[in-house]
């Protein structure tokens, strides 16, 4: 009897690996893939030319809104002085140190008040009511605190990072099918073993969700964040546009927010994919 059931079971895993493998290797979900990215450059190509032909016949005034073909002209000519290599690196590794830190805490904090009852009436409270404060309220404060160093500008960002991710976890924890831990205890399942293999790939999917929130906020966190007295970023060359009145400075610094934002999330929401290569979602088969 025992040597019938155990091949068995051998094929089947077997055959669970061969689809894992599977989804990532086969040309035609590859070829699906690519074309739906593909699919999501259309608008934004049809805008652009658009818009370049109003300017082209004076329907939009070249001191306030100059053409796309400017403003690639103004961001060449920033590469090639080396200014522009400058202002992305600086506001890349404000974003990517402040996503860090404040993920890391809201991790610690949203798995602790969503995973105790205790902690969360201890602490969700003064949470929420600090999620509310507009990210500009915290300028002065922590100007006044840390000066206007590194240490306040990735503080901020922080700030902006960690509402969204401690939320969603929270949330996710909180939302985990009661019958599911049933099933945990019955199989006398520890608690470290219970968190494993119960909470963790149930809050997954609400956690990354969150983190790709919280990566949103931080890069608008960035913009608030570069206006207290640096010398260096996309929010600065933002601000440097308006005060010297230049529209196309700042309008190639929000197309830069944009795609550099776009970047970061499709590469966090790819790797969010390979984590969740279980999950059997609709979205999945489409």
Known sequence: MNHSVQPKRVRTIDRSQRRRSSTWLSPRRNAGSAHRQGMGLIIPIALLLIWELLSRIGIFPP??????????????????SGELLA??????????????????AATVLGALTGYSRFAHNLLDPLFQALRNIPSLAWVPLFILWMGIYESSKIALIAVGVFFPVYLNLMTGV?????????VG???????????LRVFLPATLPAYIVGLRSGLGLGWMFVVAAEIMGASRGLGFLLVDGQTTGRPDI???????????????DTLLAALGKRVLYWQDSYISQT
């Open 63 to 80: 001191n306030l809104l100059p053409a796309p073909s400017t403003v690639a002209l103004t961001l060449w000519g920033l590469l090639i």
């Open 87 to 104: 202002h992305i690196s600086v506001t890349l590794y404000r974003v990517f140190l402040g996503f860090l830190l404040g993920s890391v």
């Open 174 to 182: 909180q939302n985990v099918d009661r019958k599911l831990v049933e």
């Open 185 to 195: 205890k019955a199989y006398r399942l520890s608690q470290f073993q219970l968190i």
């Open 250 to 264: 700042i309008i190639a610094s929000i197309l830069l927010f944009a795609l550099f934002g776009k970047l970061t």
